[in-house]
């Protein structure tokens, strides 16, 4: 029995709708691509006579087996996660009595009621929207500790102060609108921000820090993840004074062509479908803006690996170490796929092959579904529930 996805990846300009299968042996199939501006259209598909019965319940349970899980992952323009870590004092008196959900779930409550409207200001700047337009729609608690000691939940446990790490996850009005029926639903919707999916992801293979330099819509952030004082983990962003376009503008100003056709020549280079003299003449062409990346790279003080989510795979030249413990890598998907006991099948199949680098974002983000556990714990769905006003 086959289950069924449907992955939608959410940017400014449009939304893109992968529908994928994962059978008992943990093969991964890219069904189709569909691309569309307003993200209500996947909704026809949803409202279809049979997947509309397949997502009907009879006494808990779904009658068809095949319901397809829908998941939403945004680019950093149109989401974004602020964590937030809190201190949670007891009260006088309650040291010595075992922790309960609810306690825990009226703590965090009191303690956004302080916090929320300075998130939704940081949430409104990076989005550029309004503040009232900025919208609350993913709580999570994690990172628990009491009185300095680390546990996987604090109920049961007595204490004089809870401490945890709380991610709130912001998007616009028009995102959440859309998205509206999954976000009011009782049942568990997932909705990330993208680059914390990637480097999450990567994570499970590669050790912190993580780098990840995200270049589009004419401007790069770079995001990094690291932990915080040898804990958890954090996710840090910030611009970098770099654009992958620089590469196609060098190309367009020497030899005079369109910014399509430098595309083109970029990728016949990039492939090694050039010769070897016009190979070196390319490269000459290239140098200065992938010296400009390594500068803005060594001057952001970075360690570790870093990775790109670009349109284009960055040129074959580039530098794969470089001083101070930073390395270019390629994201290491069959290493990952192999980690978590799934098929490398996938890497070459056509649809996979056809649009590789979107192709690999998604199937991150797959994977992401696949194994979350957000909303695994009772807080977290009393959470989910409890903070639910601040979504209107």
């Known amino acids: 029995m086959k289950e069924k996805f449907l992955i939608l990846e959410i940017g400014a300009k449009g939304t893109t709708g992968w529908f994928l299968s994962v059978d008992e042996d943990r093969n991964i199939v890219f069904e189709r691509r569909e691309r569309h501006t307003d993200i209500g259209k996947f909704f026809k598909f949803l409202r279809s006579p049979m997947e509309h019965l397949s997502r009907r319940t009879w006494e808990g349970k ?228 992938l010296d400009g990346l390594t500068d803005a790279v060594q001057k952001g003080k970075l360690q570790g690996a870093v990775y790109f989510d670009a349109p284009h795979t960055p040129p074959m030249d580039l530098p794969h170490k470089m001083p101070g413990g930073i390395s270019f890598e390629e994201q290491p998907m069959m290493e990952l796929l192999a980690e978590l006991g799934f098929s490398a099948d996938v890497l070459a199949s056509r649809a996979f092959k056809k649009a590789k680098n979107e192709a690999r974002r998604t199937l991150l983000y797959f994977l992401a579904v696949y194994f979350d556990k957000s909303d695994a714990t009772e807080i977290n769905r009393k959470l989910r529930r409890r903070l639910h006003w601040l979504s209107q």
Not at 77 to 95: E, H, Q
Not at 249 to 263: H, I, N, P, Q
Request: charged share 25%.
């Open 62 to 289: 779904h009658i068809i087996k095949s319901r397809r899980h829908v998941a939403a992952v945004a680019s950093p323009d149109v989401a974004t996660t602020i964590p937030i870590p809190l201190d949670l004092p007891r009260d006088a008196g309650a040291a010595k009595r075992r922790i309960t959900v609810a306690e825990v779930e009226n703590l965090v409550a009191q303690a956004m009621q302080k916090i929320f409207n300075g998130c939704r200001t940081e949430a409104a700047t990076r989005l550029g929207v309004h503040e009232l337009d900025t919208i609350l729609v993913g709580a999570n608690a994690e990172h628990f500790k009491i009185d300095g000691r680390p546990v996987a939940s604090p109920v049961g446990f007595a204490g004089k102060k809870i401490t945890l790490l709380l991610e709130l996850t912001f998007t616009g009005r028009a995102v959440f609108e859309s998205l509206k029926q999954f976000f009011n639903a009782p049942e568990e919707f997932f909705f990330m921000e993208a680059p914390q999916v990637t480097l999450d992801m990567l994570a499970r293979v590669r050790k912190l820090p993580l780098n990840l330099i995200v270049a589009g819509n004419g401007d790069t952030s770079l995001f990094i993840l690291q932990k915080v004082k040898d804990e958890y983990a954090v996710l840090y962003r910030e611009k970098l004074k770099w654009l992958f376009d620089g590469f196609f503008k060098a190309v367009t100003d020497a030899l005079a062509v369109d910014e399509r056709t430098a595309k083109e020549l970029y990728e016949s280079y990039r492939k090694g479908g050039l010769s070897e003299d016009a190979a070196r003449a390319f490269k000459k062409m290239l140098d200065p803006t």
